[in-house]
């Protein structure tokens, strides 16, 4: 519990100011690109019942030449049976964070499903791609955070 509220602490200090894109879960470009390599997997969300935007910081004189993006945080609860529709990371790097329940995610990087359980993390890059699915009679709470367009931008 407290290794969670720390964690919280780190990334609600650095994510300073609230940013776009908070209505979907996954950008349509990436659900698009997973259906031209035709991945395996849902392709529609559903089951997400709440997106809580946590914040963002401008990434602006953080990485040469890449003012256009936005370090996000998000909390996303998904209920029992939701899914998070298949979708493939390009420049998007990201971390999961379970704060609650169990998720099982399929990823592209692994023969098999792996269940992702609270205080477990997910690492998201390039080339990656994935969908989530919530198996348990529970609602996953998980802390989301990526690195995307500046509001305003192409997802």
């Not at 946590?54 to 029992?80: C, K």
């Not at 998720?103 to 998201?124: I, K, S, Y």
């Amino acid at each position: 519990m407290q290794k969670r509220r720390i964690l919280g602490a780190m990334l609600l200090g650095v994510a300073a100011t609230a940013g776009g894109h908070d209505n979907e879960v996954t950008p349509r470009a990436e659900r698009e690109r997973a259906q031209v390599l035709q991945a395996e997997g849902p392709q529609d969300t559903r089951g997400v019942s709440a997106i809580e935007a946590l914040g963002a910081v401008s990434l602006a004189g953080e990485i040469p030449d890449d003012s256009d993006r936005v370090l996000r945080t998000r909390e996303l609860t998904i209920a029992p049976g939701g899914i998070v529709a298949v979708h493939q990371h390009q420049q998007r790097p990201g971390v999961a964070y379970i704060l609650e329940g169990e998720m099982v995610e399929h990823r592209n990087d692994r023969d098999e499903p792996v269940l992702r359980q609270a205080g477990d993390t997910a690492f998201e890059r390039s080339g990656v791609t994935h969908w989530w699915e919530n198996v348990g009679d529970e609602p996953v709470r998980a802390l989301v955070v990526d690195i995307v367009p500046a509001e305003g931008e192409e997802q």
